[in-house]
């Protein structure tokens, strides 16, 4: 029997400037070992829990109980905001999600009665969103409505990595949080990793800021979803170790054959069209899979054995099962899972 994981759950890092922050003492690191310092500082009781890490130059700034350095912080707000929203609405969401400053509503959600002005404020946001449903076409387009706020425009920090997109033009999904923590935890020094479904940078991001991916070939076919890429890849100060590939990836990964130690084929409900592409990008040794699907829950085991087995027959290699990991559900006994295989 395979044995997997079953992670769910967000964690939204909002980041709102005030006046008169907190002053503390400050630890600071790479980028691209913050999270592992964060952790390490938690477990030695050094960590000042009731502040937020924050950028310092190309660096983070993690607020700590001593030391010879002291930066402004924010802190972290220890209000319900159920409450807040109890006392100014009659019947108030009982969920919403954050993306940067903005909060997005639920389908169907009826805020004909609102004072948008006041929810935003009792929420500490700026702008208000209803989502809808993600277009099902290729370039995975967001259907998220604005109804309080200038534009979509949202910049949004998870894991020690800040994505900057228009949440109204493209899609980003806080249930897939863990799969991109996972994804950054792996050490990618001196790989070539090729993206085959970057998007706004999901994976490519946390593979360059965190793994220390030496470089990430990027596919995406939706002209927003590259711009934000672009964006991102500034943000965070990696451009330079990351190329773009524009278009349509049946013809963008024919030129990347043979060149990846790594390939991330990230496309739900299904990433097969891009499966025969993937063997080739890898180098002749072989290399490493991460391939997403949408598959019913009683059926995952059995799916990862067959497609173990397609990938073995297509490549003309040995094909280990590294780890199977259940992202989310999807929809009714529909799991979105992660395949990792290792050709070799």
Not at 85 to 92: D, M, R, T, V, Y
Not at 142 to 149: A, P, V
Request: net charge negative; hydrophobic share 40%; with cysteine.
């Amino acid at each position: 029997m395979l044995s997997y994981t079953l992670c769910t759950g967000t964690f939204n890092m909002v980041c709102l400037i005030e006046p008169n922050m907190p002053i503390s003492h400050a630890h600071v690191c790479a980028r691209e070992n913050a999270s592992n310092e964060y952790q390490r500082l938690k477990q030695q009781n050094l960590l000042n829990s009731e502040l937020k890490p924050r950028p310092y130059g190309d660096s983070i700034a993690i607020p700590v109980i001593t030391g010879d350095l002291e930066l402004e912080f924010e802190a972290i707000e220890r209000h319900n905001p159920h409450f807040e929203l109890e006392a100014i609405l009659e019947n108030p969401p009982k969920k919403w999600e954050k993306l940067g400053d903005m909060v997005i509503f639920k389908q169907g959600t009826d805020t004909s009665e609102w004072d948008l002005q006041e929810v935003a404020k009792s929420l500490a946001v700026n702008r208000i969103a209803i989502q809808n449903e993600i277009d099902p076409g290729p370039m995975r387009e967001s259907k998220l409505e604005l109804i309080h706020g200038e534009d979509g425009w949202v910049v949004h920090r998870e894991n020690f990595v800040e994505y900057e997109f228009d949440a109204t033009q493209v899609m980003f999904s806080s249930g897939n949080v863990t799969e991109r923590r996972r994804m950054g935890e792996i050490q990618t020094k001196d790989e070539i990793i090729v993206d085959a479904f970057c998007g706004i940078g999901y994976y490519t991001l946390p593979f360059l800021m965190r793994g220390l991916a030496k470089h990430v070939h990027a596919c995406e076919i939706n002209p927003n979803s590259i711009t934000a890429l672009r964006k991102g890849l500034e943000r965070n100060g990696v451009s330079e170790r990351c190329t773009i590939h524009e278009g349509d990836n049946k013809i963008t990964m024919k030129n990347l054959r043979g060149i990846a130690d790594r390939v991330i084929l990230g496309l739900i409900p299904s990433s097969m069209n891009a499966w025969g592409n993937a063997i080739r990008c890898l180098k002749p040794k072989g290399g490493v899979l991460h391939i997403h699907m949408n598959v019913h829950e009683d059926e995952i085991e059995e799916w990862a054995g067959k497609t173990a087995e397609w990938f073995a027959t297509a490549s003309g290699k040995v094909v280990e099962i590294l780890h199977l990991e259940v992202v989310k559900k999807y929809s009714p006994r529909i799991m979105h899972v992660v395949l990792d295989l290792q050709l070799a």
